[in-house]
């Protein structure tokens, strides 16, 4: 269960980034049904300052030591160097082999693969480091066009905003969407982007082509339950296939086909959490048509079959026996 954060700072952290993490994990947000979390900000020499990127300084209260019981390490952005604090790479180590989840956000993740921790492992950083990461860590899976990879004990994510995503989805993978989705809303931001989706797009958007796809997709949401197909959303959208597509992946960072999916794996996630239906009635209600279906793709983005998921995280008088 995921109940003490402990966020590494080095010198010359970025504030935005650093900040990413206290805002998810360091506000309590009780009153919104949020669960605490022991907050911990901790550096090598804990009282003394260190420099932020931005002219300016704070003075962590913890030492390393307060890695020791974290569930979770975040690693924020920081300065690009050639030498990471041997200190704070023993510590992110120890961490990480005593089964703590590590968490970096944009160039957070060289730190952690100076430590060894990204070899063989598929992981991001932003798009403007990915030609040096690959250099320094050759051994890692690296995908430069994703906003966050989760590895399971180790989540990366790409700049500034992705950094929100990654840890919104962890705190929906730990605690529920519920908790997530109360977290955004305070934060004023989408509830989740998929991890998959493009960080950056590189042909520019026609300016007769800028109306936003917005109405689309609440259309879409509300209608979950229906068959859409490329064709289909191009005719309501009054748009060619090919524009639509390209509108899509300027707007969502991903396709149709993908967003939809994502958006109908999130709906599953609260009617598990909230409701007693049954998969098959699931699977109707967010247009996967079939359980099969439901359960290929929940897998595929959560990681657990749906019945696993319910088991965690339904409200009690929704864990109705018999349920599949």
């Avoid at 704070?58 to 160097?81: T, Y």
């Avoid at 879409?220 to 390209?246: C, G, I, K, M, N």
Wanted: glycine residues 8%.
């Amino acid at each position: 269960m995921l109940r003490t954060v402990a966020v590494v700072l080095i010198d010359m952290t970025a504030p935005f980034e650093f900040g990413v993490v206290c805002e998810v994990f360091g506000i309590d947000r009780t009153e919104d049904g949020v669960p605490p979390f022991d907050f911990r900000v901790c550096a090598e020499r804990p009282g003394e300052p260190l420099r932020l990127s931005v002219g300016a300084q704070i003075i962590p209260e913890h030492g390393l030591d307060a890695l020791l019981d974290a569930d979770l390490v975040a690693v924020p952005a920081s300065l690009i160097r050639g030498e990471y604090p041997p200190a704070v790479l023993d510590a992110v180590r120890a961490a990480a082999a005593r089964g703590a989840t590590v968490l970096t956000v944009c160039s957070g993740a060289f730190l952690v693969g100076a430590a060894g921790l990204l070899d063989g492992r598929r992981c991001t950083t932003h798009w403007r480091h990915a030609e040096e990461f690959a250099a320094r860590f050759p051994l890692a899976k690296l995908d430069a066009d994703v906003l966050f990879v989760d590895e399971g004990d180790i989540i990366t994510s790409a700049g500034t905003a992705a950094g929100i995503d990654a840890c919104l989805h962890l705190v929906r993978r730990e605690l529920g969407s519920a908790a997530a989705t109360a977290i955004a809303r305070r934060m004023v931001v989408p509830p989740q982007r998929d991890g998959g989706q493009r960080q950056y797009i590189a042909v520019p958007i026609p300016e007769r082509e800028a109306d936003s796809l917005e109405p689309l997709l609440a259309w879409l949401q509300q209608t979950l339950d229906q068959d859409h197909t490329v064709a289909s959303l191009a005719r309501r959208a009054r748009l060619s296939t090919r524009t639509l597509a390209r509108r899509f992946a300027a707007e969502t960072g991903t396709t149709p086909q993908r967003w939809l999916a994502s958006q109908r794996v999130a709906h599953a996630r609260e009617l598990l959490e909230q409701s007693a239906l049954g998969v098959d009635e699931i699977a109707r209600v967010c247009g996967f048509g079939t359980a099969a279906l439901l359960r290929h793709h929940f897998r595929r983005v959560v990681g657990v079959t749906p019945m696993d998921y319910r088991r965690t995280f339904a409200q009690p008088d929704c864990r109705t026996p018999g349920v599949q």
